[in-house]
């Protein structure tokens, strides 16, 4: 949200500089994410002056250059040549001294120097309207009334103050400070308590609507069928308006807080939410038909035209303000129609101010995508007493701006009016929530600088009342935290004791695993990256899909805010994809990412049972609200998110199960660019799977299986597992699936199965050993076995059958050759190396070693031995 400091000190007098003002807010818990100088205009106004041209002359053989003479007030009288045509002596003028930048006639900035013309010394320039960037004028110089002191800067003359706008981060909970007068309260309670307890607001003005003689308005009829989606409804009919363009000062403070000015009727709507946080709707009278408003829902399937000129398919749960024949007219607190607004050439206006239902808000937001301005404030959810202020501050205001006259009563719809929360407090819960102990008088002061009353007051507590602008002050602790807010937590002091419980961690502990392997890549190279938890079914689901997947295996999830991303993904595959896809079409294609994160998936269910897992999202709170990043990179606010521990028979949402994984992916160049030769190599199946045991031996799993594996995922695969505990599989992803994606290089993907990895490092302890004082002996052997054989064979069995001496089996030749080897056949070239720590290995006991081996090789690999 984007607050402005002018405005903010329009309420309030505010004695700090823009760096404190941030800090204070962010302890109110307005949390100021940055903030921007916003000038009024492009030149720098502080550097242009006030001044009095003296003297005025023509310079010979030109036909409008004037030769000045200009005192600024700093006791120098400045030589200055001037091409206006309405230059004299005796002008008030702004003059821009040297250094300064203006406006060029094209709209370019250029520096005002010191230099000749003619002959004639120039130590400044003469300004007119457009070269201060103030306005369109350049027929002649502006000239100032007499008698303007000389000196002043143009930014004071003028009034054009630089604003700082601030960016707030504001939480849900903040309903009460979506608007400046809002943001303006919470600084006055700061001040009241810290500084000066007398300090007052400077309230906008509101004066109440002035009732037209009977029979001398118009009436509009407004019918209010659904109270649950709308409790209050005020409404006024303006008659004789002139729409036209807004002033500059509306227009550069909407532009300046991000706001597009259309005309001063929409201007003046906009600005009142921002001031006051009440969203308003202006409807061109004479549009709406039988000057009759119905407040209703449609039929499923109605039709209604958008202000941005789209056909959208109504729901029955949409709010619709509509006509008297129920024509839609736009929907309720989000969109407006394209045919019921107010353009140029309006007369007559209907000016609407409500409350709708945060809930039914933020459905028809999400369903149609309409993530506006008014829907925002509506969802967090507006003060229902503050509908008519807004309206008669919003009728003045346009009256101001488009005149007009005010040709009806106001419509005040309001069944069941919103009565303050009355919260019972006790003085010693607020001591033992804040952790001091805050005297009755203190608590007193605080709550009444927040306008909130205290009633049934006794020694040990009182009743709160808290004022229906924050609808989130309910409980006893709301109230403590409101307290809080403004005593200031800095302001707490640390005890002088801390005491902990001690914690145990798990062996081995999951975050130490993770950061060690985390280490280990970001060492070789690896960026970590994080991707959605949620993923697109259609990538695993229907004809054209990708990877397929059962679709009874799918844990699917309600999202109303974007439903391209319907289920929870159960490969870390498309993440990394995507990124890849993402980072090569901005010329990036060489990249080594890793990604932690969860992968679900629905167990088989009984045909009674129906499909897959499905999640819904409860308004307010479900899993598309506002909640930190977990691991995955998934919303999940902590000890009730989709992605926390689930109970032992559950395993995950709905029922699915969890697997924590490590994916890797490498693509592109093997080395980056380099003036060393050589040729350019890529990144093959080789190269990932020296990360993966490297990645392994770091972590200190050893003795597992190799597998060839034939998976949908990939074209080559291998798997490293014990038994039926997988610990990674790895390999190239099959160039369709990386087509699919539009991902133009190879990748090669890793998927580590961490939960399966954990418990294989419980059992690890460090040990230290001697290093070797005696020598390793080598012996090589040329295997002509079946192409079906394996390396990973070789060294198994070789394990197995010397496995107490031999320290490294390594292949280091391949040869293929029908005609010399015969069909099918392959020759392999592998060392042994063997050691003894206890003695030096002899010629005969390695000779014996060698002839076990040979044999085995030729019982069960069917090898020959080339001599």
């Known amino acids: 949200m984007k607050v402005s400091l002018n405005w903010i000190r329009e309420f309030l007098d505010l004695d700090k500089t823009p760096e404190e003002i941030a800090d204070i807010l962010t302890s109110l818990g307005l949390e100021v994410e940055g903030w921007d100088a916003v000038k009024p205009s492009p030149v720098d106004l502080d550097k242009v002056v006030t001044g009095r041209v003296l003297e005025c002359v023509r310079i010979p053989d030109t036909d409008h250059l004037s030769a000045t003479k200009v005192d600024v007030g700093d006791g120098t009288i400045r030589s200055i040549v001037c091409g206006a045509p309405n230059v004299a002596a005796g002008q008030y003028v702004l003059v821009a001294l040297p250094g300064t930048n203006v406006r060029s006639k094209d709209g370019q900035l250029f520096e005002i120097g010191e230099r000749k013309v003619r002959g004639v010394p120039s130590q400044g320039m003469i300004c007119a309207q457009d070269e201060l960037g103030i306005g369109h004028d350049h027929s002649g110089i502006m000239v100032l009334p007499e008698g303007v002191r000389l000196g002043i800067s143009a930014a004071q003359y003028l009034q054009l103050a630089t604003d700082v706008v601030y960016e707030i981060g504001l939480t849900p909970n903040r309903a009460d400070a979506t608007s400046h007068l809002g943001v303006a309260r919470d600084l006055l309670a700061w001040v009241r308590h810290h500084e000066n307890p007398q300090a007052t607001l400077r309230l906008p003005a509101a004066p109440p609507v002035s009732v037209p003689d009977p029979g001398q308005g118009t009436t509009i009829e407004v019918h209010v069928e659904n109270t649950e989606a709308c409790s209050r409804y005020t409404g006024v009919l303006l008659q004789g308006v002139q729409v036209q363009e807004s002033p500059g000062w509306l227009k550069d403070r909407l532009l300046a807080l991000g706001q597009r000015p259309i005309n001063n009727v929409v201007d003046a709507t906009n600005y009142v939410r921002l001031e006051l946080g009440q969203p308003l709707h202006a409807f061109d009278a004479t549009r709406i038909q039988g000057n009759k408003i119905r407040v209703k829902t449609l039929p499923a399937g109605t039709i209604f035209k958008s202000l941005?000129?789209?056909?959208?398919?109504?729901?029955?749960?949409?709010?619709?303000?509509?006509?008297?024949?129920?024509?839609?007219?736009?929907?309720?607190?989000?969109?407006?129609?394209?045919?019921?607004?107010?353009?140029?050439?309006?007369?007559?206006?209907?000016?609407?101010?409500?409350?709708?239902?945060?809930?039914?808000?933020?459905?028809?937001?999400?369903?149609?995508?309409?993530?506006?301005?008014?829907?925002?404030?509506?969802?967090?959810?507006?003060?229902?007493?503050?509908?008519?202020?807004?309206?008669?501050?919003?009728?003045?205001?346009?009256?101001?701006?488009?005149?007009?006259?005010?040709?009806?009563?106001?419509?005040?719809?309001?069944?069941?009016?919103?009565?303050?929360?009355?919260?019972?407090?006790?003085?010693?819960?607020?001591?033992?929530?804040?952790?001091?102990?805050?005297?009755?008088?203190?608590?007193?002061?605080?709550?009444?600088?927040?306008?909130?009353?205290?009633?049934?007051?006794?020694?040990?507590?009182?009743?709160?009342?808290?004022?229906?602008?924050?609808?989130?002050?309910?409980?006893?602790?709301?109230?403590?935290?409101?307290?809080?807010?403004i005593y200031g937590l800095d302001t707490v002091a640390m005890p002088a004791q801390l005491r902990t419980n001690m914690?145990?961690?798990?062996?081995?502990?999951?975050?130490?695993?993770?950061?060690?392997?985390?280490?280990?890549?970001?060492?070789?190279?690896?960026?970590?990256?994080?991707?959605?938890?949620?993923?697109?079914?259609?990538?695993?689901?229907?004809?054209?899909?990708?990877?397929?997947?059962?679709?009874?295996?799918?844990?699917?999830?309600?999202?109303?805010?974007?439903?391209?991303?319907?289920?929870?993904?159960?490969?870390?595959?498309?993440?990394?994809?995507?990124?890849?896809?993402?980072?090569?079409?901005?010329?990036?294609?060489?990249?080594?990412?890793?990604?932690?994160?969860?992968?679900?998936?629905?167990?088989?269910?009984?045909?009674?049972?129906?499909?897959?897992?499905?999640?819904?999202?409860?308004?307010?709170?479900?899993?598309?609200?506002?909640?930190?990043?977990?691991?995955?990179?998934?919303?999940?606010?902590?000890?009730?998110?989709?992605?926390?521990?689930?109970?032992?028979?559950?395993?995950?949402?709905?029922?699915?199960?969890?697997?924590?994984?490590?994916?890797?992916?490498?693509?592109?160049?093997?080395?980056?660019?380099?003036?060393?030769?050589?040729?350019?190599?890529?990144?093959?199946?080789?190269?990932?799977k020296a990360y993966v045991q490297n990645l392994l031996a770091r972590l200190g799993v050893s003795g597992y299986q190799e597998t060839v594996v034939q998976e949908t995922r990939f074209r080559v695969a291998l798997r490293y597992h014990r038994g039926?505990?997988?610990?990674?599989?790895?390999?190239?992803?099959?160039?369709?699936?990386?087509?699919?994606?539009?991902?133009?290089?190879?990748?090669?993907?890793?998927?580590?199965?961490?939960?399966?990895?954990?418990?294989?490092?419980?059992?690890?302890?460090?040990?230290?050993?001697?290093?070797?004082?005696?020598?390793?002996?080598?012996?090589?052997?040329?295997?002509?076995?079946?192409?079906?054989?394996?390396?990973?064979?070789?060294?198994?069995?070789?394990?197995?059958?010397?496995?107490?001496?031999?320290?490294?089996?390594?292949?280091?030749?391949?040869?293929?050759?029908?005609?010399?080897?015969?069909?099918?056949?392959?020759?392999?070239?592998?060392?042994?190396?063997?050691?003894?720590?206890?003695?030096?290995?002899?010629?005969?006991?390695?000779?014996?070693?060698?002839?076990?081996?040979?044999?085995?090789?030729?019982?069960?690999?069917?090898?020959?031995?080339?001599?």
């Not at 000016?351 to 309409?370: K, Q």
């Not at 919003?394 to 719809?413: P, W």
């Open 308 to 485: 941005d000129e789209v056909d959208r398919q109504l729901s029955a749960d949409d709010l619709m303000i509509c006509d008297g024949d129920s024509n839609p007219m736009c929907i309720g607190g989000v969109f407006g129609g394209a045919t019921s607004g107010v353009t140029m050439g309006a007369s007559s206006v209907f000016l609407e101010s409500a409350r709708f239902n945060p809930s039914w808000i933020r459905r028809s937001m999400l369903r149609h995508n309409l993530r506006t301005d008014a829907a925002w404030a509506f969802e967090k959810g507006v003060d229902p007493n503050g509908c008519r202020i807004a309206l008669q501050r919003a009728v003045d205001l346009i009256r101001q701006l488009a005149g007009g006259e005010i040709a009806s009563a106001v419509t005040d719809i309001y069944p069941k009016p919103v009565e303050p929360a009355r919260i019972p407090v006790e003085y010693g819960r607020i001591n033992s929530l804040i952790g001091e102990n805050l005297p009755p008088a203190t608590v007193k002061n605080i709550l009444a600088a927040l306008e909130i009353g205290v009633e049934s007051e006794t020694t040990a507590g009182f009743t709160a009342v808290a004022p229906t602008n924050k609808p989130d002050v309910v409980r006893e602790a709301d109230i403590v935290e409101e307290i809080l807010r």
């Open 503 to 688: 914690e145990i961690s798990p062996r081995p502990d999951p975050d130490a695993v993770r950061n060690l392997a985390a280490d280990f890549l970001a060492a070789n190279g690896f960026y970590e990256c994080m991707s959605l938890s949620l993923s697109n079914s259609a990538y695993y689901t229907g004809e054209n899909a990708p990877l397929p997947f059962p679709k009874e295996m799918l844990v699917y999830v309600h999202n109303t805010a974007n439903q391209g991303l319907d289920c929870l993904r159960p490969s870390m595959l498309f993440g990394g994809l995507e990124t890849i896809r993402h980072n090569q079409n901005r010329q990036n294609p060489d990249l080594r990412l890793f990604e932690f994160g969860k992968t679900y998936a629905s167990p088989p269910r009984p045909p009674h049972e129906g499909g897959s897992s499905v999640l819904r999202d409860a308004p307010g709170k479900g899993i598309n609200s506002p909640a930190p990043l977990d691991e995955g990179g998934m919303g999940d606010a902590p000890g009730k998110g989709i992605n926390s521990p689930a109970p032992p028979h559950m395993g995950g949402p709905g029922g699915a199960s969890e697997t924590s994984r490590l994916a890797i992916f490498l693509t592109g160049a093997h080395h980056p660019e380099s003036w060393q030769p050589g040729p350019k190599t890529a990144v093959d199946f080789y190269t990932l």
């Open 724 to 867: 039926p505990k997988e610990f990674v599989t790895f390999g190239r992803v099959l160039p369709a699936i990386a087509k699919k994606m539009d991902v133009k290089n190879a990748v090669y993907y890793a998927d580590f199965n961490f939960d399966n990895i954990l418990p294989a490092l419980a059992a690890n302890r460090i040990q230290f050993q001697e290093m070797n004082r005696f020598p390793v002996v080598r012996r090589d052997l040329a295997l002509v076995l079946d192409r079906g054989v394996t390396f990973a064979e070789i060294r198994q069995l070789a394990g197995k059958t010397v496995k107490k001496l031999l320290k490294e089996v390594n292949l280091f030749d391949i040869f293929e050759d029908d005609e010399r080897l015969g069909a099918g056949k392959k020759s392999y070239a592998v060392s042994f190396l063997f050691e003894d720590p206890q003695k030096t290995l002899q010629d005969k006991e390695i000779d014996a070693l060698l002839q076990q081996l040979q044999q085995v090789f030729e019982q069960r690999l069917n090898a020959t031995i080339r001599k």
